[in-house]
């Protein structure tokens, strides 16, 4: 397995809509090395997800997964570690919540990002077998910054407000959640 370069903003690959994998793609040896690859990859950059347009594969697959301990979300529970592709999102409860978003393709950067509060994913696992998650509050917020990827959006596409975009140093200095109750913090 390998530790892969995470493409940045102003690559190509990111603004792509990624193709559909077909079930003898998602079960070949090529798939299966690129998923651990991701691993390893979200691992070592930090991330909590990661999706296949980041490591320079434009493919409807991304990977989510935290553990309690996590440090940086120390609130926010536990997801397994998840392996999606061919996702389609439902929007259950469209009550807008609000997170400091940061992304492993727009490093040292973060930006108060609005989005529904409460999805539904049905995707294909690593099997192909059909699979759905509900996931509301920061896990939905996961979930729609990673899919997004896989559509061609970045964060930074989804911001309503500009003033709200901040390097990272900036950002724990003026902005640190907690200032506004309803605003946490994100980074895949």
């Known amino acids: ?3 892969r370069k995470v493409a940045r903003l102003g690559h190509p690959v990111l603004r792509q809509v990624g193709r559909e994998l077909t079930l003898g793609e998602i079960r070949s040896p090529e798939i299966q090395r ?13 991330g909590i997800g990661l999706a296949a347009p980041q490591v320079h594969e434009s493919l409807q ?3 989510i997964g935290y553990e309690d301990e996590n440090s940086r979300y120390p609130d926010h529970g536990k997801q397994p570690l998840t392996v999606v592709i061919n996702p389609k999102i439902t929007v259950l ?3 807008a919540q609000a997170f ?4 492993l393709s727009i ?3 973060r930006g108060l990002v609005h989005r529904p509060r409460k999805i539904r994913i049905d ?3 690593l099997q192909g077998m059909q699979r759905a998650i ?3 509050d920061f896990l939905a917020t996961v979930f729609q910054h990673e899919l997004d990827h896989l559509q061609g959006k970045l964060f930074v596409d989804r911001m309503e407000d500009m003033t709200k975009f901040a390097f990272l140093d900036e950002y724990q200095k003026y902005w640190v959640p907690g200032d506004d109750s309803d605003e946490g913090e994100l980074e895949d």
């Open 1 to 3: 397995m390998a530790i």
């Open 34 to 46: 690129l998923v651990q690859d991701m691993i390893e990859t979200m691992e070592e950059y930090g």
């Open 61 to 63: 697959l991304a990977i």
């Open 93 to 95: 409860d469209a009550t």
């Open 100 to 103: 400091w978003e940061g992304c």
């Open 107 to 109: 490093p040292e950067l």
């Open 123 to 125: 995707f294909l696992d």
């Open 134 to 136: 509900v996931a509301e």
